[in-house]
């Protein structure tokens, strides 16, 4: 018996591995006709087993002679985009690239070329996205992610118009009010407690959550450990009477509203990839809490979208004061004279004609959190740890913010007169130059069509990207590439930032000041600039940016007064018919928040590591940069180490950073 057994599953074994040689050879053969280099690999870079096995087994596997393994072990790596950056395409000597590995979907396409680029994001029904990656982010009903063709036609003609400049007009207010709550939280209610913040990257998510909510649905959060004795009664007063609480547990509900949010922000993935069997029954506390919290935010949601109805039936709201739900409610067709033919809305359920049903309406709102908030709480992050690496930019940044608000309190703040002066001076290069260096998301994909091969220009010759092939906008490589950005000499070349990409020039280092660079439009790059580079400059923000017939953003991502890299060299939100819906609602939150800070203060590195208070104010200054010296190279080898799950992010790691007074700086640029 067992020796029957032996000979089914070498039989098995045997078919396996003959299948798994002939698809392998069939793909080589099709990327060898292609006309695009490829490099061969052993293993799918998504197979089920690799995704589940790679972590242990590539150390092991980094062992081998190099002599063995260059270049295909480089390429499994899930993470290398991020680790190699644009090493992999300059040592391979080409700017796009096949992968070819067996399987029947073994042929993967990277690119960091801008005007391959260009080609595959305007081809949008040749290259469509590829969304069987995407099923995961329909826990509450599809939207406008997770479709193609003309059901994201019309999810995107619906969802459009929320994101309007009375929408972002709401995100600026909101930024302003929770940017000085977390400032309190980090230098007290005096302003001045000085202490190490090791939470910046939590404490960015949360203010970005609370931004959203707010924006979102309406919901403002309060900042931990600031809400007042009014603060309370008002929230406990809303719980009561069957309302979302900010702070207190709503009825009927076992998580407040803000821990749902977080909750299952924080355990996704779980809810995303376990089956729903098993995330409703595993005895497991991580998991259950997950479900708990699937369960209560979808109920929030329902309750959030039941009472925007109620409040359009009863001609309680107008556009001018609609948030994203209202205005995601009345972009789906529902109005007063629909609610009020409907005999069911108690119930919840759809309404007859209803261009969204109720399920794709929470799809879609739910997909503007789960987006959007990571978005600009990593660029936020991110640029406080840059600027905190670089006090020369930051004294620039703090020195053009002064020339715009002249020492105006926040209060005198307004949209249409400050916005486009940060959004075209230097806080709009900090922010550009953060989103170059670390883009919300390391490949964009796309892919093409079973059977259909597509054509593109590849250096001046006609290849042909395979049919079935997976595609990957490699946005890390395409933002170094200097084929398309024009670079100077690296500042330290003893001492480069990363150990293989760009050492011969300055494209891995954060520079704001190269987006104003004497001629605005692309230097060394043989691309066609961005014409349409409007951006926020001048007015175009208070009339919003150009749109075409579907509310797609067609604008530049960047100011007019600044540098204009090549379409398709830069691509933090994508470019294209499938940019970023959002891409305003992130870039207004993240100038306003960063524009509260650095008006009044400073930011640097934590050295308690490296030497104590009481030492460093005993230290002569060039003592004190020999321990800044440390931080620095310590909070670059951090830098090294970020991690995508959903977005790209600091996971591992802490860079502890300290908020001063402008003037009590410790370390002079």
């Known amino acids: 018996m067992l020796g029957v057994i032996a000979l089914i599953a070498l039989a098995l074994l045997s078919t396996f591995l003959f299948n798994q040689y002939r698809s392998f050879h069939k793909n080589v053969a099709v990327a060898r006709a292609s006309g695009i280099p490829y490099v061969k690999t052993p293993i799918f870079l998504f197979n089920t087993f690799w995704l589940l096995l790679h972590r242990p087994l590539l150390p092991y596997l980094r062992k081998l002679p190099e002599s063995w393994t260059w270049p295909w072990l480089d390429v499994i790596d899930i993470e290398w985009g991020w680790h190699e950056r644009y090493s992999m395409f300059s040592r391979l000597g080409t700017d796009s690239f096949l992968t070819v590995a067996p399987g029947k979907q073994g042929i993967m396409f990277w690119t960091a070329d801008a005007n391959v680029i260009s080609q595959i994001t305007t081809r949008r029904n040749d290259f469509p996205k590829p969304i069987h990656m995407y099923g995961s982010v329909d826990i509450f009903g599809k939207n406008v992610v997770s479709t193609e063709g003309q059901i994201w036609r019309h999810h995107r003609k619906v969802v459009s118009p929320p994101f309007t400049e009375k929408n972002n007009y709401l995100v600026w207010l909101e930024s302003l009010h929770q940017a000085k709550d977390m400032i309190q939280s980090w230098v007290g209610a005096s302003g001045d407690q000085v202490r190490t913040i090791s939470t910046v990257g939590d404490d ?191 004294r620039r940044l703090q020195a053009d913010l002064d020339s715009i608000f002249q020492g105006k309190p926040t209060s005198e703040w307004d949209y249409e007169r400050d916005l486009p002066k940060l959004f075209g001076g230097m806080l709009g290069a900090v922010m550009n130059e953060e ?64 150990p293989r990409s760009n050492a011969d020039n300055d494209l891995e280092e954060f520079k704001p000041e190269r987006w104003f660079a004497p001629d605005k439009k692309a230097g060394k790059a043989n691309g066609t600039t961005n014409g349409s580079a409007n951006g926020l400059a001048g007015h175009a923000m208070a009339k919003s940016a150009e749109t075409d017939d579907l509310g797609v953003n067609i604008a530049s991502d960047t100011s007019a007064s600044h540098y204009q890299p090549p379409k398709g060299a830069y691509i933090p939100f994508s470019e294209g018919y499938r940019a970023c819906i959002g891409r305003r609602f992130a870039q207004v939150e993240i100038l306003a928040v960063l524009a509260v800070i650095f008006t009044q203060y400073s930011v640097e590195l934590a050295v308690e590591e490296f030497a104590s208070d009481a030492d460093i104010e005993e230290m002569s200054a060039g003592a004190r940069q020999g321990v800044w010296e440390k931080a620095s190279q310590s909070t670059t080898k951090k830098m090294l180490g970020l991690e995508s799950v959903i977005t790209l992010q600091m996971r591992r790691e802490v860079v502890p950073l300290r908020f001063v007074k402008r003037g009590s700086e410790r370390f002079k640029a």
């Not at 719980?239 to 355990?267: C, F, P, R, W």
């Not at 959007?372 to 660029?379: K, L, R």
């Not at 890390?476 to 950005?485: D, E, Q, S």
Request: charged content about 15%.
């Open 204 to 394: 960015s998510m949360r203010l970005s959550l609370h931004v959203i909510s707010r924006a979102g649905f309406g919901v403002r959060l309060l900042w931990p450990g600031l809400e007042s004795p009014e603060d309370e009664k008002d929230q406990e007063k809303i719980a009561e009477s069957g309302g979302v609480s900010a702070i207190g547990m709503s009825k009927g509900h076992t998580m407040t509203y803000t821990d749902a949010l977080q909750n299952l922000l924080h355990s996704i993935l779980w809810v995303m990839l376990l089956p729903r069997f098993l995330l409703n029954n595993l005895p497991i506390k991580r998991i259950q809490i997950a479900r708990e919290s699937f369960i209560e935010w979808g109920m929030y949601m329902n309750e959030m979208f039941q009472a925007k109805k109620a409040e359009i039936a009863a001609g309680k709201i107008e556009d001018d004061g609609l948030d994203l739900m209202g205005a995601l409610v009345k972009g789906a067709g529902i109005n007063k004279e629909t609610l009020s033919s409907s005999p069911s809305l108690e119930k919840g359920n759809s309404i007859s004609g209803q261009a969204l049903t109720d399920a794709e309406i929470l799809g879609n709102a739910f997909v503007f959190i789960l987006a959007g908030h990571e978005t600009a709480a990593n660029s936020i992050h991110f640029s406080l740890i840059f600027l905190a690496l670089n006090p020369a930019t930051q």
């Open 435 to 498: 989103l170059r260096l670390v883009p919300p998301v390391v490949h964009i994909p796309k892919s093409t069509l079973p059977n259909q091969p597509q054509t593109i220009m590849l250096n001046g010759k006609k290849c042909l990207v395979p049919g079935g092939a997976l595609i990957n906008l490699t946005t890390v490589a395409a933002h170094r590439n200097p084929n398309f950005w024009p670079a100077g000499p690296p500042s330290h070349p003893e001492n480069p930032i990363h």
